[in-house]
């Protein structure tokens, strides 16, 4: 079974600009959870899709965004780029999503912004 | 409010045993993570404990004693491979999981 995947790996942007990452998950998996990792702040929770339905949400400000698709694929999108937003973004899936669900994680996509 | 406790940092040597303390404040907690994280990898998952208790698997233990909010990941016979950050996360009703700020393990030869 294939892991999870995400693309691209590395990414360099500049401010301002925006930027999509995918996410494909296990198949048969249905949720996908989206992480920002810094070596700061550690791993924070951007949001989670669940049958294509953000189920959850983190605190991070509206130019996150995310949707997922028929197939649970997932893109999360960041509108108006800033220096602060470069970062390790990992995506996680996990069959159901419920208690005790483990998450397996994808390799991550790094962001730079310059 | 979410908090989670973790050492930073924590240095042992190779063959001998270490434990990575974690204490958490979690609204609805259900259970407990543990992820190990290789630098420039992604997490793999460890263990999960949601009843009182330590769970041995291999070189690897996890105890959670919910009453204290309290849980450690025992490390024995150490090896190399094992230098990484591990990561403590609260698995809550409801709600997202949440991750500690991750302690970065070095193994010593």
């Known amino acids: 079974k294939a892991g999870v995947t995400q693309t691209p790996r590395y990414l360099i942007k500049t401010r301002g600009q925006q930027v999509t990452l995918s996410c494909s998950p296990i198949?048969?998996?249905?949720?996908v959870s989206w992480y920002q990792q810094t070596p700061g702040q550690g791993l924070q929770f951007l949001f989670e899709y669940f049958s294509e339905t953000q189920r959850n949400k983190g605190n991070f400000p509206g130019r996150f965004s995310g949707r997922q698709f028929s197939n649970s694929r997932s893109e999360m999108n960041v509108s108006t780029l800033e220096l602060g937003d470069s970062a390790l973004y990992l995506c996680a899936s996990t069959s159901l999503g419920g208690q005790g669900d483990e998450q397996y994680f994808g390799p991550g996509t790094r962001l730079t912004v310059t | 409010g979410q908090n989670i406790d973790q050492p930073t940092e924590m240095t042992a040597t190779e063959g001998a045993i270490v434990q990575i303390n974690c204490t958490y404040q979690t609204s609805g907690f259900n259970g407990l993570f543990w992820y190990q994280q290789h630098a420039g990898e992604a997490p793999t998952f460890l263990s999960y404990n949601v009843l009182d208790g330590l769970e041995e698997k291999g070189r690897f233990s996890s105890f959670l004693s919910r009453s204290k909010g309290y849980s450690y990941l025992l490390l024995k016979e150490l090896q190399m491979k094992d230098s990484a950050s591990y990561l403590c996360?609260?698995?809550?009703?409801?709600?997202?999981?949440?991750f500690g700020p991750g302690t970065r393990l070095s193994v010593l030869p």
């Open positions: 996360v609260s698995d809550n009703y409801g709600q997202n999981f949440v």
């Open positions: 198949s048969g998996h249905r949720s």
